[in-house]
């Protein structure tokens, strides 16, 4: 292992060329350097100056380390910049999850202006639902991520921050007798077939659409179960049900599919949640979503 002190000294010497320079140079002695420089010849196995009484000369084997010894001295002096970039939380990396609903909202836009302020910070992205993301969270795999939920009905142990409200909408088949109404009524759609994700992947909301029949005096019947959005409204493409969805799905236009707004409907959140004492980029993330947040969505 070569000592950089070691390192710097002989890239002096091979800079100046001459010991008494080089050594005031490295503000040191020149009896000192002589030494360093045999010392490092010896672990190296190598002459790396030619020496004679007139002058000092590179060796074939001085010249060919010469380029990575400046490399390895410029890197290490990088270290302590580095060190203070991360704590500060302009350099790193954000691992972040996203439910597919996201994806329909100003996600994107966000993602590309925190690219474009912080190109030092690597933005790792991963399509997860929450189960998935908790798991990821208990792994150490993940650092933040949005999820979807029940107003009020963030995950233990998490901090987290509302970045959508939205209603619940009822996707329907054009084929459906329903879907000639612009706006429908609890009664009008209680009875019919449901497409809906598994419980385990958004549990509140799930309880929240479930609590919402039963208000009602009714009992979903559920046809078909389905993770991702967009399968579920493929589904009610297919005329295999109706399925509630948040508002901002409306922008997935599939054909043979419609959007209603039924009055009553369950709302839900998105949220992007991390855990307390995150890494600096992470807060930076944060602090960036909170400020997009108070900007018009047009801009």
């Known amino acids: 292992m070569i000592e950089l002190r070691i390192?710097?000294?002989?890239?002096?010497l091979a800079e100046e060329l001459h010991f008494g320079r080089a050594a005031e140079r490295l503000h040191m002695t020149q009896p000192p350097l002589t030494q360093a420089i045999r010392k490092l010849e010896t672990e190296l196995g190598a002459p790396l100056f030619e020496r004679s009484?007139?002058?000092?000369?590179?060796?074939?084997?001085?010249?060919?380390l010469l380029p990575s010894a400046r490399k390895l001295l410029a890197d290490a002096q990088g270290l302590a910049g580095l060190a203070r970039a991360a704590a500060a939380g302009q350099r790193?990396?954000?691992?972040?999850?996203?439910v597919s609903t996201v994806g329909y909202g100003e996600l994107p836009r966000w993602l590309k202006r925190f690219r474009d302020a912080h190109a030092d910070i690597e933005l790792?992205?991963?399509?997860?639902?929450?189960?998935?993301?908790?798991?990821?969270?208990?792994?150490?795999?993940?650092?933040?991520?949005?999820?979807?939920?029940?107003?009020?009905?963030?995950?233990?142990?998490?901090?987290?921050?509302t970045v959508a409200r939205d209603p619940m909408v009822l996707a329907l088949s054009t084929d459906s007798r329903l879907a000639a109404r612009?706006?429908?009524?609890?009664?009008?759609?209680?009875?019919?077939?449901?497409?809906?994700?598994?419980?385990?992947?958004?549990?509140?909301?799930?309880?929240?659409?479930?609590?919402?029949?039963?208000?009602?005096?009714?009992?979903?019947?559920?046809?078909?179960e389905a993770n991702q959005m967009q399968?579920?409204?493929n589904l009610v493409s297919a005329g295999m049900g109706v399925?509630?969805?948040?508002?901002?799905?409306?922008?997935?236009?599939?054909?043979?599919?419609?959007?209603?707004?039924?009055?009553g409907a369950p709302v839900s959140e998105t949220s992007l949640i991390w855990r307390t004492g995150s890494a600096p980029a992470v807060q930076r993330f944060v602090e960036h979503v909170r400020a997009q947040l108070r900007k018009p969505a047009s801009l």
């Open 7 to 12: 390192l710097r000294q002989f890239v002096a």
């Open 53 to 64: 009484s007139r002058r000092v000369a590179l060796s074939a084997a001085g010249h060919a």
């Open 92 to 98: 790193g990396r954000v691992r972040l999850g996203f």
């Open 124 to 161: 790792h992205l991963a399509e997860a639902t929450l189960d998935v993301q908790q798991r990821s969270f208990a792994a150490g795999e993940l650092d933040a991520g949005f999820i979807i939920h029940a107003p009020g009905s963030l995950p233990a142990g998490f901090e987290g921050l």
């Open 182 to 224: 612009k706006q429908l009524r609890t009664t009008n759609v209680l009875a019919q077939p449901l497409v809906i994700f598994p419980r385990d992947i958004a549990p509140s909301l799930y309880d929240a659409l479930l609590a919402f029949y039963r208000a009602k005096a009714a009992t979903p019947h559920i046809a078909q």
């Open 231 to 233: 399968t579920i409204v």
């Open 243 to 263: 399925a509630w969805v948040p508002a901002s799905v409306m922008s997935l236009q599939r054909p043979g599919v419609v959007y209603r707004k039924v009055s």
